[in-house]
């Protein structure tokens, strides 16, 4: 790595990093100021008001407002996110094991999507007259317009029809294919237009000019030169992947991040919930850093323009 790309990726995680302590300081100021708390479900549980107000002093609800949030954002250049009201743990530990599985599940979905997007986005864009290539491209924006939430419920009806695939909680085959055939499909459609555009390049057609077989042109040349774009736009991926894994979680049972955050909305446990939001940050951070990266690495223009 040259220096160039050194300072360019130093920049960028300054970025990040302020991504990361804004989205997760406003999270915590929004839930803090919805209606009701951590001990809201207590008091229509009837718990009486000594047990109550010694768990308001624990979790320091008792404290302004602006006392509170000044902890809170101390604590997250501590890596201090406060105890989960739900579940009485410390709130990192809680959001590294689920985080761990939403991240496990992410990267699969996402391997899935770059091994079926990319490679059928190439042939769509080099033979986008051939039988294949409309079919594919029919499938492909058929998918793309189906949700996550959609496609999970879809597989999960096909897996217990036929019996193919377990859908006991814990198994990934149904999450990752729910969230990674959309994502494949929308790699698919822009792999296919930067495909078009790199083999209208004056270069890739200088390099066919010179008997360069067909072949080698599509699969080496303008691949190479059509990930560029396709890059750009894998941060935001990233971003779906999270976003999409809530509901996908929630359907098919699977221990992660989006369920944590679901569970910490249903009870009101503001800690979670802005340490879900933190780690979520932290996860859509590294993969716009590592898209970043990929970008400076293949075109070197991209660090000289930031």
């Not at 549980?45 to 509170?68: H, M, N, S, Y």
């Not at 201090?80 to 990267?107: H, I, K, M, Q, Y």
């Not at 935001?236 to 929630?250: H, K, N, R, W, Y």
């Amino acid at each position: 790595m040259n220096r160039d790309v050194a300072a360019y990726l130093v920049r960028r995680a300054l970025v990040a990093f302020v991504l990361v302590f804004s989205v997760s300081t406003a999270a915590f100021v929004l839930a803090r100021i919805a209606p009701g708390d951590e001990t809201t479900s207590d008091l229509v549980a009837g718990v009486d008001a000594q047990t109550i107000a010694r768990k308001r002093e624990r979790l320091g609800l008792d404290r302004p407002f602006v006392t509170q949030l000044a902890e809170y954002t101390w604590g997250i250049v501590r890596f201090d996110l406060g105890e989960s009201a739900r579940f009485e743990r410390p709130v990192a530990g809680l959001v590294a094991e689920r985080g761990a599985n939403t991240a496990r599940l992410a990267f699969v979905a996402l391997l899935l999507a770059t091994l079926i997007g990319l490679p059928l986005g190439v042939l769509t864009g080099a033979y986008p007259a051939a039988w294949a290539g409309r079919l594919v491209s029919v499938v492909s924006i058929a998918v793309l317009a189906c949700p996550p939430l959609v496609a999970a419920l879809g597989l999960l009806f096909l897996a217990v029809s036929t019996g193919w695939v377990s859908v006991a909680p814990g198994r990934l085959l149904v999450p990752a294919l729910a969230l990674g055939l959309p994502i494949a499909a929308a790699l698919e459609r822009l792999q296919s237009q930067a495909t078009r555009d790199a083999l209208a390049a004056p270069d890739v057609l200088a390099a066919a000019a010179r008997g360069i077989p067909p072949s080698r042109l599509i699969w080496v040349h303008a691949a190479r030169q059509s990930l560029r774009p396709v890059l750009g736009v894998y941060g935001i991926v990233i971003g779906s992947v999270f976003s999409g894994s809530i509901a996908v979680e929630f359907v098919t049972a699977w221990p992660g991040l989006g369920r944590l955050m679901y569970e910490a909305v249903q009870t009101g446990d503001v800690r979670l919930v802005a340490g879900c939001v933190f780690a979520g940050g932290i996860c859509l951070a590294v993969g716009n850093l590592t898209a970043d990266g990929l970008r400076a690495l293949v075109d070197p223009r991209v660090r000289e323009r930031t």
